[in-house]
Protein backbone atom coordinates (compact mmCIF):
# COMPACT_ATOMS: atom_id res chain seq x y z
CA UNK A 1 0.00 0.00 0.00
CA UNK A 2 2.77 2.26 1.12
CA UNK A 3 4.63 2.45 -2.57
CA UNK A 4 0.82 2.76 -4.21
CA UNK A 5 0.06 6.26 -2.25
CA UNK A 6 3.16 7.25 -1.35
CA UNK A 7 3.92 10.72 -3.38
CA UNK A 8 0.44 10.57 -4.69
CA UNK A 9 -3.03 12.33 -4.34
CA UNK A 10 -5.61 9.88 -2.86
CA UNK A 11 -8.88 10.28 -1.19
CA UNK A 12 -8.84 8.62 2.40
CA UNK A 13 -12.26 6.72 2.45
CA UNK A 14 -14.00 8.44 4.84
CA UNK A 15 -13.48 11.93 3.62
CA UNK A 16 -16.15 11.83 1.77
CA UNK A 17 -18.99 10.77 4.12
CA UNK A 18 -18.00 13.15 6.73
CA UNK A 19 -17.86 16.09 4.22
CA UNK A 20 -21.35 14.87 2.60
CA UNK A 21 -22.92 14.54 5.94
CA UNK A 22 -23.69 10.53 5.41
CA UNK A 23 -21.56 9.45 7.39
CA UNK A 24 -23.10 7.87 10.63
CA UNK A 25 -21.50 8.54 14.47
CA UNK A 26 -22.57 6.59 17.19
CA UNK A 27 -25.23 8.91 18.26
CA UNK A 28 -26.35 8.54 14.84
CA UNK A 29 -28.16 5.18 15.48
CA UNK A 30 -31.30 4.49 16.60
CA UNK A 31 -32.71 1.33 17.25
CA UNK A 32 -36.61 0.51 18.96
CA UNK A 33 -37.55 1.02 22.00
CA UNK A 34 -33.95 2.70 22.73
CA UNK A 35 -33.79 4.64 26.25
CA UNK A 36 -31.02 7.14 27.45
CA UNK A 37 -28.90 7.84 30.28
CA UNK A 38 -27.06 10.50 31.81
CA UNK A 39 -24.19 10.61 34.22
CA UNK A 40 -24.05 12.06 37.49
CA UNK A 41 -20.58 13.61 38.26
CA UNK A 42 -18.55 14.28 41.17
CA UNK A 43 -18.36 17.96 42.16
CA UNK A 44 -15.28 17.11 44.46
CA UNK A 45 -11.56 16.44 42.72
CA UNK A 46 -11.08 14.10 45.39
CA UNK A 47 -13.69 12.43 47.49
CA UNK A 48 -15.40 9.28 48.92
CA UNK A 49 -19.19 8.42 48.38
CA UNK A 50 -20.57 8.13 51.62
CA UNK A 51 -24.55 7.59 50.40
CA UNK A 52 -26.61 7.90 47.75
CA UNK A 53 -30.41 8.66 47.96
CA UNK A 54 -32.03 7.99 44.10
CA UNK A 55 -35.81 7.59 45.90
CA UNK A 56 -36.97 10.63 44.19
CA UNK A 57 -35.04 10.30 41.00
CA UNK A 58 -36.82 6.57 40.51
CA UNK A 59 -40.25 8.04 41.64
CA UNK A 60 -40.43 10.23 38.30
CA UNK A 61 -42.76 9.51 35.62
CA UNK A 62 -40.41 8.15 32.66
CA UNK A 63 -36.95 7.57 34.75
CA UNK A 64 -36.72 3.32 34.23
CA UNK A 65 -33.49 2.53 36.55
CA UNK A 66 -29.94 3.43 37.88
CA UNK A 67 -26.58 2.33 37.88
CA UNK A 68 -24.03 2.87 40.65
CA UNK A 69 -20.05 1.76 40.59
CA UNK A 70 -21.62 -1.10 42.84
CA UNK A 71 -22.92 -3.26 40.31
CA UNK A 72 -20.26 -2.84 38.07
CA UNK A 73 -16.96 -4.69 37.70
CA UNK A 74 -14.01 -2.90 39.65
CA UNK A 75 -10.30 -3.02 37.55
CA UNK A 76 -7.51 -3.39 39.82
CA UNK A 77 -5.78 0.08 40.75
CA UNK A 78 -4.78 2.12 39.53
CA UNK A 79 -6.92 1.85 36.32
CA UNK A 80 -9.97 4.03 35.87
CA UNK A 81 -12.99 2.67 36.44
CA UNK A 82 -16.49 3.58 34.93
CA UNK A 83 -18.65 4.24 37.84
CA UNK A 84 -16.74 4.92 40.95
CA UNK A 85 -16.83 5.56 44.93
CA UNK A 86 -13.99 7.50 44.97
CA UNK A 87 -14.01 10.40 42.73
CA UNK A 88 -10.17 11.66 41.74
CA UNK A 89 -11.25 14.76 39.61
CA UNK A 90 -13.86 16.99 39.17
CA UNK A 91 -16.45 14.91 36.59
CA UNK A 92 -15.21 11.41 37.55
CA UNK A 93 -18.72 9.30 36.91
CA UNK A 94 -20.65 8.28 39.58
CA UNK A 95 -23.74 6.92 38.89
CA UNK A 96 -26.10 6.73 35.23
CA UNK A 97 -29.73 7.11 35.36
CA UNK A 98 -31.90 6.01 32.31
CA UNK A 99 -35.03 7.78 30.90
CA UNK A 100 -37.58 7.82 28.14
CA UNK A 101 -35.37 10.91 26.90
CA UNK A 102 -32.37 12.63 28.21
CA UNK A 103 -34.78 15.68 29.81
CA UNK A 104 -36.13 12.98 31.83
CA UNK A 105 -32.87 11.50 32.70
CA UNK A 106 -31.47 14.98 33.28
CA UNK A 107 -34.36 16.45 35.56
CA UNK A 108 -33.84 13.01 37.27
CA UNK A 109 -30.06 13.75 37.64
CA UNK A 110 -30.86 17.05 39.32
CA UNK A 111 -33.33 15.11 42.31
CA UNK A 112 -30.51 12.73 43.67
CA UNK A 113 -28.38 13.48 46.52
CA UNK A 114 -25.00 12.38 47.40
CA UNK A 115 -23.11 12.91 50.69
CA UNK A 116 -19.31 12.67 50.12
CA UNK A 117 -16.49 12.62 52.42
CA UNK A 118 -13.57 15.14 51.10
CA UNK A 119 -10.03 14.07 50.57
CA UNK A 120 -6.57 15.11 50.49
CA UNK A 121 -6.54 16.91 46.87
CA UNK A 122 -3.32 17.89 44.91
CA UNK A 123 -2.94 19.50 40.95
CA UNK A 124 0.61 19.78 41.75
CA UNK A 125 3.00 16.94 41.48
CA UNK A 126 5.82 18.63 43.06
CA UNK A 127 2.80 19.43 46.11
CA UNK A 128 2.57 16.20 46.42
CA UNK A 129 6.25 14.89 46.67
CA UNK A 130 6.80 16.95 50.10
CA UNK A 131 6.99 15.13 52.81
CA UNK A 132 3.40 15.57 54.71
CA UNK A 133 2.44 16.88 51.20
CA UNK A 134 -1.48 15.51 49.74
CA UNK A 135 -1.55 12.64 47.64
CA UNK A 136 -4.04 12.44 44.93
CA UNK A 137 -4.92 8.76 45.93
CA UNK A 138 -5.47 7.13 48.66
CA UNK A 139 -3.08 4.34 47.68
CA UNK A 140 -0.07 5.78 46.66
CA UNK A 141 0.71 9.24 44.97
CA UNK A 142 3.28 7.70 42.08
CA UNK A 143 2.84 5.15 39.44
CA UNK A 144 4.61 4.69 36.29
CA UNK A 145 3.41 2.73 33.09
CA UNK A 146 6.64 1.70 31.94
CA UNK A 147 7.12 -0.61 34.87
CA UNK A 148 3.19 -1.01 36.23
CA UNK A 149 4.55 0.07 39.64
CA UNK A 150 2.11 2.12 41.69
CA UNK A 151 3.97 3.11 45.24
CA UNK A 152 4.74 5.87 47.58
CA UNK A 153 7.48 8.69 46.82
CA UNK A 154 8.77 11.79 48.93
CA UNK A 155 11.25 13.99 48.68
CA UNK A 156 13.17 15.34 51.64
CA UNK A 157 13.18 19.32 52.54
CA UNK A 158 17.69 18.53 51.20
CA UNK A 159 16.19 17.64 47.96
CA UNK A 160 14.13 20.69 47.68
CA UNK A 161 16.61 23.40 49.18
CA UNK A 162 19.45 21.64 47.38
CA UNK A 163 18.10 22.66 43.44
CA UNK A 164 18.20 26.63 44.19
CA UNK A 165 15.89 29.35 43.28
CA UNK A 166 14.23 28.71 40.02
CA UNK A 167 15.91 25.40 39.36
CA UNK A 168 13.65 21.81 39.55
CA UNK A 169 14.45 20.21 42.55
CA UNK A 170 15.64 16.30 41.93
CA UNK A 171 14.94 13.62 44.12
CA UNK A 172 14.67 10.06 43.90
CA UNK A 173 13.10 8.99 40.87
CA UNK A 174 10.80 6.04 39.76
CA UNK A 175 12.33 5.40 36.40
CA UNK A 176 16.20 6.15 35.48
CA UNK A 177 18.59 4.57 32.90
CA UNK A 178 21.50 5.76 31.14
CA UNK A 179 24.48 4.96 28.68
CA UNK A 180 27.72 6.05 28.11
CA UNK A 181 30.28 8.42 30.46
CA UNK A 182 28.27 11.47 31.11
CA UNK A 183 30.67 12.91 33.43
CA UNK A 184 33.19 12.33 30.71
CA UNK A 185 30.81 13.78 28.48
CA UNK A 186 30.53 16.93 30.71
CA UNK A 187 34.22 17.63 30.96
CA UNK A 188 34.33 17.80 27.07
CA UNK A 189 31.75 20.11 26.29
CA UNK A 190 33.09 23.60 26.14
CA UNK A 191 29.16 25.20 26.98
CA UNK A 192 27.00 23.38 29.27
CA UNK A 193 23.17 24.64 29.77
CA UNK A 194 21.34 23.56 32.70
CA UNK A 195 17.68 24.50 32.21
CA UNK A 196 13.69 24.04 34.19
CA UNK A 197 10.77 24.02 32.01
CA UNK A 198 7.42 24.05 32.29
CA UNK A 199 5.05 21.82 29.67
CA UNK A 200 1.16 22.25 30.46
CA UNK A 201 -1.41 19.49 30.22
CA UNK A 202 -3.71 19.97 27.26
CA UNK A 203 -7.13 18.33 26.46
CA UNK A 204 -7.86 16.23 23.14
CA UNK A 205 -11.19 17.57 23.29
CA UNK A 206 -11.82 15.93 19.78
CA UNK A 207 -14.81 16.88 17.75
CA UNK A 208 -17.26 13.48 18.42
CA UNK A 209 -18.06 13.32 21.97
CA UNK A 210 -17.26 9.41 22.85
CA UNK A 211 -21.40 9.17 22.96
CA UNK A 212 -21.65 5.38 23.04
CA UNK A 213 -25.01 3.30 22.46
CA UNK A 214 -25.55 -0.63 23.48
CA UNK A 215 -28.11 -3.35 23.13
CA UNK A 216 -28.31 -7.23 23.56
CA UNK A 217 -29.83 -9.81 21.10
CA UNK A 218 -28.98 -13.56 21.48
CA UNK A 219 -26.47 -12.94 24.33
CA UNK A 220 -24.09 -10.56 22.57
CA UNK A 221 -23.62 -7.51 23.28
CA UNK A 222 -23.63 -4.80 20.19
CA UNK A 223 -21.78 -1.29 20.74
CA UNK A 224 -21.97 1.41 18.75
CA UNK A 225 -18.90 3.82 19.60
CA UNK A 226 -16.43 5.81 18.85
CA UNK A 227 -12.72 4.57 18.38
CA UNK A 228 -10.32 4.93 16.16
CA UNK A 229 -9.78 1.25 15.74
CA UNK A 230 -12.22 -1.55 15.40
CA UNK A 231 -9.89 -4.22 16.85
CA UNK A 232 -7.54 -2.66 19.12
CA UNK A 233 -10.04 -1.87 21.34
CA UNK A 234 -11.16 -5.59 21.59
CA UNK A 235 -9.46 -6.48 24.23
CA UNK A 236 -9.40 -3.95 26.46
CA UNK A 237 -13.31 -3.90 25.72
CA UNK A 238 -14.07 -7.27 26.65
CA UNK A 239 -11.77 -7.46 29.46
CA UNK A 240 -13.73 -3.81 31.00
CA UNK A 241 -17.45 -5.69 30.35
CA UNK A 242 -15.79 -9.42 31.83
CA UNK A 243 -17.47 -11.03 28.39
CA UNK A 244 -15.20 -12.87 25.73
CA UNK A 245 -14.20 -11.05 22.44
CA UNK A 246 -16.71 -13.41 20.58
CA UNK A 247 -19.71 -12.25 22.88
CA UNK A 248 -18.94 -7.86 21.38
CA UNK A 249 -20.29 -6.89 18.15
CA UNK A 250 -18.44 -3.68 17.79
CA UNK A 251 -19.63 -1.54 15.78
CA UNK A 252 -17.49 2.32 15.14
CA UNK A 253 -18.04 3.38 11.03
CA UNK A 254 -16.46 6.70 11.72
CA UNK A 255 -14.36 8.59 14.20
CA UNK A 256 -14.49 12.36 14.49
CA UNK A 257 -11.27 12.67 16.10
CA UNK A 258 -9.53 10.61 18.64
CA UNK A 259 -5.31 11.88 18.61
CA UNK A 260 -4.63 9.05 20.72
CA UNK A 261 -7.15 9.42 23.24
CA UNK A 262 -9.34 6.80 21.84
CA UNK A 263 -6.79 4.25 20.72
CA UNK A 264 -7.59 1.60 22.95
CA UNK A 265 -11.07 0.48 24.72
CA UNK A 266 -12.22 3.64 27.28
CA UNK A 267 -13.95 2.96 30.78
CA UNK A 268 -17.09 5.18 29.98
CA UNK A 269 -17.89 2.94 27.30
CA UNK A 270 -19.21 0.11 29.33
CA UNK A 271 -22.24 2.43 30.62
CA UNK A 272 -24.66 1.98 28.52
CA UNK A 273 -23.99 -1.49 28.08
CA UNK A 274 -24.25 -2.68 31.75
CA UNK A 275 -27.32 -0.14 31.65
CA UNK A 276 -29.02 -1.94 28.49
CA UNK A 277 -27.90 -5.22 30.06
CA UNK A 278 -29.87 -4.17 33.30
CA UNK A 279 -32.70 -2.97 31.11
CA UNK A 280 -33.16 -5.65 28.92
CA UNK A 281 -33.74 -2.09 26.45
CA UNK A 282 -31.11 -0.43 23.95
CA UNK A 283 -29.35 2.49 25.68
CA UNK A 284 -27.92 5.16 24.21
CA UNK A 285 -25.63 7.31 26.55
CA UNK A 286 -24.31 11.06 24.59
CA UNK A 287 -21.60 12.50 25.92
CA UNK A 288 -21.66 16.70 25.80
CA UNK A 289 -19.32 19.05 24.86
CA UNK A 290 -19.07 20.06 28.21
CA UNK A 291 -18.41 16.36 29.47
CA UNK A 292 -16.16 15.28 26.66
CA UNK A 293 -13.36 17.84 28.01
CA UNK A 294 -12.94 16.20 31.39
CA UNK A 295 -14.09 12.78 29.94
CA UNK A 296 -12.24 12.80 26.98
CA UNK A 297 -8.10 12.77 28.29
CA UNK A 298 -5.35 15.13 28.27
CA UNK A 299 -1.44 14.72 27.36
CA UNK A 300 0.07 14.97 30.57
CA UNK A 301 2.20 18.25 32.01
CA UNK A 302 6.00 18.13 32.26
CA UNK A 303 7.79 19.71 35.04
CA UNK A 304 11.57 19.20 33.90
CA UNK A 305 15.17 20.24 33.95
CA UNK A 306 17.96 19.42 31.41
CA UNK A 307 21.42 19.63 31.52
CA UNK A 308 23.18 19.67 27.81
CA UNK A 309 27.04 19.24 27.10
CA UNK A 310 27.89 21.10 23.52
CA UNK A 311 31.40 21.49 21.92
CA UNK A 312 32.34 24.07 19.93
CA UNK A 313 31.27 22.67 16.84
CA UNK A 314 27.78 22.31 18.39
CA UNK A 315 27.84 18.57 18.54
CA UNK A 316 26.55 17.55 21.79
CA UNK A 317 28.56 15.80 24.11
CA UNK A 318 25.72 14.68 26.78
CA UNK A 319 22.41 15.34 28.24
CA UNK A 320 21.47 14.63 31.57
CA UNK A 321 17.27 14.55 31.88
CA UNK A 322 14.53 15.01 34.74
CA UNK A 323 11.02 14.78 34.24
CA UNK A 324 8.37 15.05 36.95
CA UNK A 325 5.34 13.72 34.98
CA UNK A 326 1.84 15.17 35.79
CA UNK A 327 -0.05 12.06 35.75
CA UNK A 328 -3.59 12.11 36.05
CA UNK A 329 -5.33 10.21 39.06
CA UNK A 330 -5.01 6.98 37.12
CA UNK A 331 -2.64 5.26 34.92
CA UNK A 332 -1.69 8.12 32.50
CA UNK A 333 0.84 7.09 30.07
CA UNK A 334 4.28 7.12 29.41
CA UNK A 335 5.38 10.46 27.92
CA UNK A 336 8.46 10.76 29.92
CA UNK A 337 10.09 7.84 28.55
CA UNK A 338 9.16 8.80 25.13
CA UNK A 339 10.80 12.40 25.80
CA UNK A 340 13.96 11.35 27.10
CA UNK A 341 14.08 8.48 23.70
CA UNK A 342 13.44 11.61 21.83
CA UNK A 343 16.36 13.02 22.85
CA UNK A 344 18.58 10.26 22.03
CA UNK A 345 17.12 10.06 18.57
CA UNK A 346 17.14 13.32 17.64
CA UNK A 347 20.35 15.25 19.36
CA UNK A 348 22.46 11.50 19.34
CA UNK A 349 24.36 12.08 22.58
CA UNK A 350 27.15 9.87 23.32
CA UNK A 351 26.64 9.69 26.93
CA UNK A 352 22.97 10.24 28.55
CA UNK A 353 21.32 10.01 32.20
CA UNK A 354 17.42 10.15 32.37
CA UNK A 355 15.39 10.44 35.74
CA UNK A 356 12.00 10.77 36.02
CA UNK A 357 8.86 10.24 38.86
CA UNK A 358 5.57 10.23 37.34
CA UNK A 359 3.20 11.77 39.54
CA UNK A 360 -0.90 11.15 40.64
CA UNK A 361 -2.91 14.29 40.93
CA UNK A 362 -6.61 14.99 40.92
CA UNK A 363 -7.01 16.59 37.12
CA UNK A 364 -9.02 15.04 34.25
CA UNK A 365 -7.22 11.38 33.19
CA UNK A 366 -3.56 11.58 31.13
CA UNK A 367 -3.40 9.47 28.06
CA UNK A 368 -1.64 9.04 24.58
CA UNK A 369 -1.25 12.42 22.70
CA UNK A 370 -0.53 12.89 18.56
CA UNK A 371 3.88 12.38 19.51
CA UNK A 372 3.14 11.48 23.37
CA UNK A 373 6.61 12.72 25.16
CA UNK A 374 8.24 14.17 21.95
CA UNK A 375 5.53 17.05 21.42
CA UNK A 376 6.06 17.84 24.99
CA UNK A 377 10.25 17.51 24.65
CA UNK A 378 10.19 19.62 21.51
CA UNK A 379 8.59 22.63 23.30
CA UNK A 380 11.56 22.57 25.94
CA UNK A 381 13.86 22.19 23.73
CA UNK A 382 13.93 23.34 19.95
CA UNK A 383 13.32 27.27 21.41
Given at each position: ?43 L ?11 A ?22 N ?54 P ?35 M ?37 E ?12 L???G ?62 S ?15 G????G ?74
Amino acid sequence: MAYSLLGKDFVPPDVRGKVNGRAKFSEDFQIDGMVFCRLLTSPLPHGRVVSIDTSAALAMEGVLGTLTADEMPTPPAPNQPALTNEPLFVGDPILAVAAVDETIAQDAIDRIRVEYEELPVTVDPLESLYQGGPNARSDGNAYSALSSTLTHIKWTAQDFSAAGEGHLPMGAPLEEWSFGDIEKGFSQADLILDETFVVSGVSHHSMEPRTAMAYWQNGKLYLHGSTQSQTAVMPGLAAMLRIEINDIVYIAEFCGGGFGSKSRAYPIMCVPAFMAKKLNRPVMMRISRQEEFFLGSARPGFQGRIKLGFRQDGRLTAADLYIVHENGPYTGFDDFDAAASAVTLLYQPPAMRFRAVPIETNTVPRGAMRGPGENQLAVAMEP
